[in-house]
Structures are given as C-alpha cells and as structure tokens.
C-alpha cells in the first residue's frame, strides 16, 4: 500500500495471483472514495501527486504518467515522460502546472490546461 503526502490517495495492495492492484482516491466534492485505475503489479506505482483536483502517478521503471481530475472521476492524459523511473511528481500551488523528475536528473513541466 502507498499513499500521498496528503493521506487522501492510496493504492491499495495487489493479488499475487492475479497481479491485481487498484488506486482509490477521495472526491473533494463528494467525500466518496473512488476507485480511479486498476492495474497490473509490473505497471505498479512509485510516485503520487497531487493539488486536491488533479492526481498524478508515476509508473515504476517505465517512466509513464497519467493525470486523473478526481472531481469528475476522469482522466486527464496519459504521458510517457522519461525513458527512465519517474522519481517525483510535484502541482505547482496556484497554477495549472505539473513537474515530473526523474532517477536520470531530467525535469518536465506540463501543463493542466
């Protein structure tokens, strides 16, 4: 199990048999936990983010992001960012930006509009 830094995201623990995993997250406007993805454990997550409307996760190794709004439940996009581990994912706290690093010292910035 992993959550984010604001203990309102979690991805909730796999089958071994099945390699299930799921990410659940909490509807600021509804105070509902949703359930936003299910994936394999060899796409699993290292990294969260996110600003209260916007969630992002990082996959391990494959250097794959996607962005869901979890006010309206839906997916925003879906980014291959690095060849490499994305190692970090920070909102900027007044704008519509997000930033992804990586275990290769790159940055990317992209945009939420």
Same mark, same amino acid.
């Given at each position: ?5 604001? #203990?309102k995201? =979690?991805?909730? $623990? ?12 909490? %509807? ?5 936990m949703?359930?936003l ?5 060899e ?8 600003? #209260?409307q916007? =969630?992002?996760? $990082? ?10 709004n979890?006010? %309206? ?24 930006v ?14 939420l509009?």
């Amino acid at each position: 199990m992993m959550a984010s830094k604001s #203990g309102k995201e =979690i991805v909730s $623990g796999g089958d071994t048999n099945t390699g299930a995993c799921l990410l659940f997250a909490l %509807n600021p406007k509804t105070s509902k936990m949703i359930c936003l993805e299910y994936f394999n454990l060899e796409q699993s997550l290292n990294t969260l983010g996110t600003n #209260g409307q916007y =969630i992002a996760a $990082g996959h391990q190794a494959k250097g794959k992001v996607n962005i869901w709004n979890i006010t %309206n439940n839906q997916r925003h996009s879906t980014l291959q960012v690095f060849q490499d581990e994305v190692s970090s994912i920070g909102f900027h706290q007044d704008r519509p930006v997000v930033a992804f690093g990586s275990t290769g010292g790159c940055v990317h910035l992209f945009s939420l509009c």
